[in-house]
């Protein structure tokens, strides 16, 4: 009879088993296990089983992976998994059924596990409850199954003392974490990856930035067990080893710890550096290790040191080359404020790491939702908005978070009147590691610290460079007189390079690489701008200088794509805003940036400058612009009382001065509003005053406005050929001016033309025609416009997966613009496909929705189309009674607005609900009604369905 263990070892080797068939029954195994044979499945009943049937040799595949071994070693694993299924799993949890039929001979086992719940936590929680009740006393630790876990990434090792860990009992406790188990689970694929894992792991970042803690986390997620020390079962490591460097820390002192934790014993003492590093190497390839060296910027040169970034001393030196290109199986985790420069390949002209064989981690802050939970769970009494605050200040500092979260602990509230603590607490971690720098480097930042975004080598060189001496610097001030970059010198850029490049290695300045422009940028922290602009607040002023006159050398943009492309020209009046120099920003603002900025839908951008310098305008015409665009963003989002104010404003300026064309402008505008109302007669009478002076003006493009919407006008009472003739004459006037916006707007309403008429292969054509074109030229807004005069098509031609795609994809991107009317309309489109599929309640939560915004908005047109989708939808569930309510309602709405092809829809609606309440006279009248019109307006396509449908009903 065996002698079988029930201690903590077996304990974890066991519930390793049951966790793998967990993750099997939940679709949670790894990738690279789900080649495994192996079928588990849920059944359900008086008790829930978990049923398997597989093979021992697939069993011991899934635990051990398929690293090569001799037979013997896989019969003695296969044997021991047999036991853990039938005795422990078996006979003493009592868990495990054996469902073979023949059990000798066969290689299936077919059984099932009688367990607690479907959820894994629970299970584990009871296995090990019941593990422990029926521990026998004096459990014999004798005979226990060997159990060692080997990953197909490497060979198994040579017989040793087994598994062990050293040194990790000097691991500091972690205090907080938060929002990294992503960055957690992405870091273990790559250091177990099976093919090519890199030897050393490199995080660099900030003091307090969190290197320490993730670090620690990461040899927990690896298998490291920190309390008590050891290694579990999974852990495809057989050495655990932690040190933290200190200043002074000498390379004797950390070799004897690696030499001593690697088991290496030498019948001589060593004494060279190479013998030590060469018997270090062989201890990492004998046992596959995992050592965390922390808090290397202490051995390593300072940036003002001809050999910054390097170890203090050779020996360090050679050891961290070692750790890189030595050859051993091993896994080194190190954490600096600055990279270890002795990583890098040295044979290269520019010395870089192997990416094969370093992971380089620069480490940032926690987003600041975690940055809030930071807060949260360290007992801060602050309010929600003073926890966003603090952590949208301190961009994910963890450790100075702590230290906040206990001041708001003791005085809520504290920290919004005292700004100055926030960057008092990072204050001593930011010096300790700007006392390191060169004095180029330190000039540099000072200069980048009143950057708002980050800018390339050739922005930095021109910083370093600019004085305030005209005299050494006629370059640059010609750069920005002629918009032209500066001419810079290799020498200049290479020297620029060095200096920014030793402060992205000590994680003061943060770099993104841009994939479109091919190039990288630079920039600094949060904490650190404010830390160095509380240090040179006199000379602010002065370095804003020179950052404005960098983007004034950029101000040429050509046709610009994306914010990222205007965002010289941004940067320029934003500068020129700040140096109170207003003429020069309202230019900037007004002739180049605004109409990007509108026509992309960046309408809070653009309202946030507008007002921002709407207070500094002394020029009425100016004012009158400013008024006019903030009244036109107002109307883009559906605060149209709002936009009228402004509308007004600018009206009365124009008047004050008798500005004919601020007065034809102005008018229009005002007429816009009354149209989104559906107050057509109003919106008429308004836009044939701004005609009228566009006339006399001979302002072409303000003639041709006018003339479409009284085409729109013409086209909802149903004068199509009239509506069409001014939309024609809208195109003719667009293409002469070449305003290709106009162009595309102008096909749009030709292809409402085509389509109230039945004609949606032509409508199609001109819609596609409109999207190409706006696509072409990024004005956002229109084309959600388009996607949804497309999906309309499609919905009528039957396509509802399509059309119901299209409008989606129209209110996702209304919704970030913020144009409340769009959103109303698409949600009328899906509520109506939704209508079509019987799913009545669906569509009636989208009509009510449209209904309640457009209601708000007061917007009349809309209203009635939302309140005839109602009637609609509850004729088709057949409530008569409400539907002849909301019908009527809708008519009478719609008959007040002439809209003369949607009261041509409504009265077929109440002609079909008269003839279900067997009312056949009222019904033909309705429906004599609705077929008069459609014929009266041409629309071929819809007096076909309306006598189909009604001859079908008979």
């Known amino acids: 009879m065996p002698n079988f263990s029930y201690g903590p070892d077996l304990q974890t080797r066991v519930q390793q088993l049951l966790e793998l068939l967990l993750d099997c029954a939940n679709h949670n195994l790894d990738e690279n296990l789900t080649s495994i044979n192996l079928d588990a499945r849920w059944e359900d009943g008086e008790e829930l089983h978990l049923a398997v049937e597989t093979t021992l040799e697939d069993l011991r595949l899934l635990i051990y992976g398929n690293a090569k071994v001799l037979d013997k070693v896989k019969n003695s694993q296969r044997k021991e998994i047999g036991a853990f299924l039938t005795h422990y799993l078996g006979e003493f949890l009592e868990i495990w059924c054996d469902r073979r039929v023949k059990k000798k001979g066969s290689p299936r086992w077919i059984f099932s596990l009688k367990l607690w719940s479907k959820d894994k936590d629970k299970n584990l929680q009871q296995f090990q409850q019941q593990w422990r009740t029926r521990q026998p006393e004096n459990s014999s630790t004798e005979g226990a199954p060997s159990f060692k876990i080997e990953m197909s990434s490497s060979p198994p090792p040579p017989p040793s003392k087994g598994i062990q860990t050293v040194g990790l009992e000097t691991i500091a406790e972690i205090p907080v974490w938060v929002g990294r188990d992503a960055l957690l689970q992405e870091l273990k694929t790559k250091l177990l990856a099976p093919e090519t894992p890199p030897k050393v792991l490199t995080m660099t970042g900030q003091g307090g930035i969190g290197k320490t803690s993730l670090a620690v986390k990461l040899l927990e997620t690896l298998g490291v067990q920190l309390q008590p020390p050891t290694l579990t079962a999974t852990c495809p490591y057989q050495k655990a080893l932690y040190l933290k460097t200190y200043q ?34 062989e201890g990492l390839t004998k046992q596959r290790s995992l050592v965390v060296l922390d808090n290397l910027e202490d051995i390593l040169h300072p940036a003002h040191h001809p050999d910054c970034g390097k170890a203090l001393s050779p020996e360090w030196g050679e050891l961290l080359h070692a750790f890189a290109y030595g050859n051993h199986r091993s896994t080194l985790i190190l954490t600096s404020r600055e990279f270890p420069v002795d990583l890098t390949d040295s044979r290269a002209r520019n010395p870089k790491p192997d990416p094969k064989l370093v992971e380089v981690l620069p480490l940032s802050g926690v987003e600041d939702a975690d940055g809030v939970e930071i807060l949260r769970q360290r007992g801060s009494e602050d309010s929600e908005e003073d926890w966003r605050w603090i952590a949208e200040r301190v961009k994910g500092n963890a450790f100075i978070l702590t230290q906040l979260a206990a001041i708001g602990a003791e005085s809520p509230g504290y920290l919004r009147k005292h700004l100055e603590l926030v960057t008092e607490e990072a204050e001593p971690i930011l010096q300790a590691q700007l006392g390191r720098q060169s004095q180029a480097g ?7 610290c009143v950057l708002r975004v980050g800018i390339d080598i050739q922005g930095l060189t021109f910083l370093r460079l600019y004085t305030d001496d005209r005299e050494k610097n006629k370059r640059f001030e010609r750069a920005a007189l002629l918009e032209e970059p500066a001419e810079l010198t290799k020498a200049e850029l290479k020297d620029t390079q060095e200096i920014v490049m030793r402060l992205v290695n000590s994680s003061l300045v943060q770099r993104r690489y841009d994939k479109e422009q091919c190039e990288w940028y630079y920039d600094l922290h949060r904490l650190m701008v404010e830390y160095l602009q509380g240090q040179y607040q006199d000379e602010l002023p002065q370095l804003m200088e020179g950052v404005y006159k960098f983007y004034c050398s950029r101000k040429t943009v050509e046709n610009p794509k994306t914010l990222e492309d205007l965002r010289p020209l941004l940067e320029a009046q934003y ?20 109409k990007y900025l509108y026509f992309w839908g960046y309408w809070n951008l653009l309202q946030e400058l507008y007002e921002q310098i709407i207070s500094y305008i002394t020029d009425d015409t100016e004012l009158r612009i400013c008024l006019e665009v903030i009244g036109r963003i107002h109307q883009e989002t559906g605060n149209w009382d709002e936009a009228e104010k402004y509308f007004r404003k600018s009206l009365a300026n124009a008047q004050k001065v008798k500005s004919k064309s601020g007065m034809a402008s102005s008018w229009a505008s005002l007429g816009y509003i009354e149209l989104l109302r559906g107050n057509w007669d109003e919106a008429e009478r308004l836009y044939w005053q701004s005609w009228e002076l566009s006339t ?48 595309a707007s102008s096909w749009e309403l030709l292809g409402t033309i085509e389509r109230d008429r039945g004609n949606w292969d032509e409508a199609e054509r001109l819609y596609q025609q409109s999207l190409e074109l706006r696509t072409e030229l990024g004005g956002r807004s229109r084309m959600a416009s388009s996607w949804v005069c497309l999906g309309y098509i499609e919905l009528r031609r039957g396509n509802w997966d399509e059309a119901e795609r299209l409008y989606q994809q129209s209110l ?13 309309a698409s949600w009328g489109g899906l509520g109506y496909i939704e209508r079509l599929r019987g799913n009545w309640d669906e569509a009636e939560r989208l009509f009510r929705q449209a209904l309640q915004l457009r209601t708000e908005l007061g917007a009349r047109e809309g209203i009635a189309l939302s309140t005839r989708c109602l009637g609609e939808n509850e004729l088709g569930k057949g409530n008569l009674d409400a539907a002849e309510k ?8 719609m008959e007040a607005l002439r809209m003369t092809w949607h009261i041509a829809e409504a009265n077929f609606d109440l002609a079909q609900l008269w003839r279900k309440r067997g009312n056949e006279e009222i019904a033909q009248e309705h429906y004599q009604k609705s077929h008069q019109i459609f014929q009266q307006l041409g629309a071929a396509k819809d007096l076909e369905r309306i006598e189909r449908e009604w001859n079908q009903e008979v």
Request: glycine share 10%; net charge negative.
């Open 248 to 281: 002074g820390t000498s390379f004797d002192a950390v070799a004897e710890f690696l030499l001593r934790g690697l088991d290496i014993e030498t019948p001589e003492p060593l004494k060279t550096a190479g013998e030590k590093i060469t018997k270090i190497l």
């Open 442 to 448: 330190l000039d540099l930042l000072r200069r980048m």
């Open 575 to 594: 500068f020129a805003f700040m140096l109170g120099n207003y003429d020069e920003a309202f230019s900037l603002l007004n002739n180049n940036v605004h």
């Open 696 to 743: 006399e003006l001979g302002d072409l493009s303000g003639m041709a406005f006018c003339a479409a919407i009284f085409g729109y006008i013409q086209q909802n009472r149903g004068n199509w050929d009239e509506a069409k003739r001014l939309y024609q004459h809208f195109l003719d006037v667009k293409t002469e001016l070449g305003d290709r916006s106009g162009m």
């Open 812 to 824: 996702e991107l209304r919704t970030e613009l913020g144009d409340r009317e769009g959103m109303a």
């Open 886 to 893: 909301y019908l009527t309602e809708a008519l009478a709405q």
